[in-house]
């Protein structure tokens, strides 16, 4: 089975950086996703990772090590629009037969001005 | 192209009553996703189907949930009868692909579903 930890809850301030981590046990690892949901809304997609190191996608970075289980979304310049939760999820082998995402529970970020 | 369509958006019903979710996924996209998500559990996965084909419904919580896929755009899924703590946001989400690759899931704006 998949378990997944991330903070429940981080706050930051507008202009600053923020880095939300993850760590996670799982068979079958198959990629790490990182999404973002506003309150009231439905989670969007962020950002993947399969293989170990950085990627960059505009002010949101996503970083993983396999071998430690670990990931973490860095923001960059923080808007207030960045309040949102950030949903930590790996693809893993079900053990039914299939892969499919398991979610944490998510980050409650707060950007304060 | 209109994303993940779901219907109603709110539901309000009283214990015992049967419950029907319905879902419109990404037109072209194999994979169709029905997820719960509540403050103690999170999201959670309960089915999802390949090619309109159940794949893995071990998240389906007990016999009272139902879920099919009668074609490649249309999904239902189905509480009977309804108790209170089936009380949550019911996501669908649809994928081009559901494993491998960097094949994401796009999810639908979700059902509230609230059990009196």
């Known amino acids: 089975g998949q378990n997944i930890d991330q903070p429940t809850e981080m706050t930051a301030t507008e202009g600053a950086i923020v880095q939300i981590n993850c760590t996670y046990q799982?068979?079958?690892?198959?990629?790490l996703f990182w999404y973002q949901q506003h309150a009231g809304e439905a989670p969007t997609f962020l950002s993947y990772?399969?293989?170990?190191g950085l990627e960059e996608k505009g002010r949101f970075s996503s970083f993983l090590s396999r071998s430690k289980g670990y990931s973490y979304l860095l923001l960059k310049e923080l808007q207030m629009k960045d309040s949102a939760s950030y949903l930590c999820?790996?693809?893993?082998?079900?053990?039914?037969?299939?892969?499919?995402?398991?979610f944490g529970k998510g980050t409650k970020l707060s950007v304060i001005p | 192209d209109a994303g993940v369509i779901q219907s109603p958006r709110h539901e309000v019903t009283e214990m015992g009553q049967e419950v029907t979710l319905r879902c419109k996924p990404i037109s072209g996209h194999d994979y169709l996703f029905w997820y719960r998500q509540t403050m103690m559990r999170g999201l959670e996965l309960l089915i999802y189907?390949?090619?309109?084909?159940?794949?893995?419904d071990s998240g389906m919580p007990e016999d009272r949930f139902s879920a099919k896929m009668p074609n490649a755009s249309f999904s239902t899924l189905k509480i009977q009868p309804s108790e209170p703590r089936d009380s949550a946001v019911y996501f669908c989400?649809?994928?081009?692909?559901?494993?491998?690759?960097?094949?994401?899931?796009?999810f639908g704006p979700g059902t509230r579903l609230t059990v009196l």
């Open positions: 990772n399969v293989l170990d």
């Open positions: 989400a649809s994928s081009p692909r559901g494993a491998g690759g960097t094949d994401t899931q796009y």
């Open positions: 189907f390949n090619n309109n084909v159940p794949i893995d």
């Open positions: 999820a790996v693809r893993g082998y079900s053990g039914a037969g299939s892969y499919q995402l398991t």
């Open positions: 799982t068979s079958g690892f198959n990629g």
